[in-house]
């Protein structure tokens, strides 16, 4: 016998070799190979049993509540809102939910059905394409760095909280220490300024922006002026990082049953906030700016991407969350059914908010005698300042006060802390020799993301937070949910991933998930990348080779940016040549 490392029937295990060379007993033998298969049995039954050890939902409603509460954020009720109403009103639910059913709930179901299938966490999920596990890796740092200056827009609830519990708002008044001399009442126009007479050349600030930028914040300059620490803004972001670790120290044995107050708690305050809102004065012609459509708008491309960018960012895709939660599920759950009810509860809760935020601008316009598109505003500043202002002009302010800043505060606490926890689970799947001490992980972990945060809990803290949000997240997210796609969609195969769906869930998956994995959902994924086209400062350096550059493109457009030049556009173009001096 030829006995070269080419040939199969050479290659030996070390027990085989030790047989060849010293023959043993019949019976020997024989029991050597029970021993092998024997071996290898308990290895299986040790694999089955770690498998089965891996926690699962006491609940499938633990699990909904757990998703619903991490989509379900503080986006939802500062953006959404005025994108509505900046794009044309009702008519921004065209767009807004064709980018859910293509963009949203596909990705949604990609990432909950492949979890589910292999339950694992966003890590090692990429062991079915081990060349882009970094795209996991990095999920879980983008996770980590955004939710770690997260827990600071949480801070600033608890405080407005503390600051309601007087017989008025502190933001309705101008005889603080912290206003200036340029304070004025939105309601009352000059009447309350600090000055006797109001000068043109002044800048006036509304008292609710000198409360949040003087008295929270007490914000200094610019970046380069980091200042002191805020110790009430510090002190209160401690206290989150407590609550968060309390609620995930012990897995989702605790996270399934603290969302059940955490994710409904905010939806109840936010139909009794509606409640009010809805019987103040004026605000019928809020609501009426909010919802009356506008389909001129639909003929903007701007549009459309916001709509799906708003979809892409509100349901989350790409953090790992959505994969490690769906990772606990039971195996025959019925993932098509969750995939679709999660991102219309979502989107069912942001459009709520827009009604009730509305419904109290148009309340506030009416009051200052004025119209809805000057008071309303976008981001932190239509929580932290506009709403107050509003809320200051009510009957029983600081009782709204705390409703709604208590509302705002749960709205953000469960992303943060489903947020932390599959970070953490996700790490513990890919070493799962840590998993003994997850208690320490936990702590560690929470303590490195609180003093990640800690520079943003200075006097300039804010300019480092905007800093943060605006590089983090956005392309690294957008980038890790393109790989998601090509991986099952194109690596994998599409037709492997479906298969797989309706192997786990016995149900028949139609094509409507086909085309959208492998077509359209790539491709507005790819649209949205802004990353990918290049910008206007692409070209020749010299100005006047540019001059020549772009003579040179009119003179010769292309019929599509993929084909040879030779492809000459349907349109016939009259071509001019160009000098050979003139040629770069």
């Known amino acids: ?33 029970d021993d092998d298969r024997a071996a290898k049995e308990r290895k299986v039954g040790m694999d089955e049993t770690v498998a089965e050890k891996r926690a699962v939902w006491d609940s499938k409603c633990d699990y909904i509540m757990s998703l619903l509460g991490y989509a379900v954020g503080l986006g939802n009720i500062w953006r959404f809102p005025y994108l509505c109403y900046k794009n044309g009103g009702g008519a921004f639910l065209v767009p807004y939910f064709l980018m859910l059913f293509f963009v949203g709930i596909p990705l949604f179901l990609l990432e909950v059905s492949m979890s589910q299938f292999c339950s694992t966490g966003g890590v090692t999920i990429y062991s079915v394409c081990p060349a882009l596990v970094g795209s996991g890796f990095a999920s879980i740092i983008t996770n980590i760095a955004v939710h770690s200056y997260y827990s600071l827009l949480l801070s600033y609830p608890l405080l407005f909280i503390f600051h309601s519990f007087t017989e008025t708002v502190p933001w309705g008044t101008c005889g603080n220490w912290w206003n200036t001399d340029n304070c004025y009442l939105i309601h009352e126009n000059f009447t309350s300024m600090n000055v006797s ?21 007490n914000i200094t300059g610019g970046i380069d002026e980091t ?17 968060a670790f309390l609620c995930i120290f012990q897995g989702i044995k605790i996270t399934g049953k603290v969302v059940w107050f955490t994710a409904t708690f905010p939806i109840l305050m936010l139909l009794i906030l509606l409640v009010r809102g809805v019987t103040l004065p004026g605000a019928v012609n809020g609501l009426r700016y909010y919802l009356y459509p506008n389909f001129e708008k639909l003929k903007d491309g701007q549009v459309w991407a916001e709509a799906a960018t708003q979809i892409f960012f509100s349901l989350g895709p790409g953090w790992s969350t959505v994969i490690t939660m769906g990772s606990y599920n039971k195996f025959r759950n019925n993932c098509l059914h969750d995939a679709v009810l999660i991102p219309i509860m979502n989107s069912s809760c942001s459009i709520l908010a827009g009604f009730v935020v509305f419904s109290v601008l148009g ?18 500043a239509l929580v932290f300042i506009t709403y107050p202002e509003a809320l200051s002009m009510m009957p029983l302010a600081p009782f709204w006060s705390v409703l709604f800043f208590a509302m705002l505060f749960f709205v953000g606490l469960d992303s943060l802390f489903v947020s932390v926890e599959a970070s953490i689970a996700s790490m513990l799947d890919r070493f799962p020799w840590l998993s003994k001490w997850r208690i320490r992980v936990t702590a560690a972990v929470i303590f490195c993301m609180f003093l990640m945060c800690c520079s943003c809990t200075l006097q300039g803290g804010m300019y480092i937070l905007q800093l943060m949000d605006w590089y983090t997240s956005s392309m690294a997210l957008l980038c890790v949910c393109l790989c998601e796609v090509f991986i099952f969609s194109y690596s994998y195969g599409v037709g492997r991933t479906i298969r797989d769906i309706q192997m786990m869930t016995q149900k028949h998956v139609n094509y409507y998930w086909y085309f959208c994995l492998l077509f359209v959902t790539p491709m507005l994924l790819i649209r949205l990348t802004e990353g990918f086209t290049h910008t ?18 009119n003179t010769r457009p292309l019929r599509h940016k993929l084909l040879h030049p030779d492809c000459k556009p349907l349109k016939s173009t009259s071509y001019q040549l160009v000098s050979q001096t003139q040629k770069f």
């Open 197 to 217: 007479e109001p000068d043109e050349n002044r800048t006036l600030v509304s008292s609710a922006d000198e409360f949040f930028h003087r008295k929270i914040l």
């Open 227 to 243: 200042g002191d620490v805020m110790w009430n803004v510090m002190a209160t972001n401690i206290f989150v990082w407590i609550i």
């Open 536 to 553: 206007s400062s692409w070209g020749p350096l010299s100005a006047e080779r540019r001059a020549q550059w772009k003579e040179y493109c």
């Open 363 to 380: 309340f506030m316009a009416h009051e200052m005698g004025t119209t809805v598109d000057k008071v309303t505003a976008a981001g932190p």
């Open 1 to 33: 016998m030829d006995l070269t490392p080419g040939d199969d029937t050479c290659v030996f295990t070390s027990k085989e070799t030790a047989l060849l060379h010293f023959p043993r007993e019949k019976g020997k033998e024989k029991n050597i190979d």
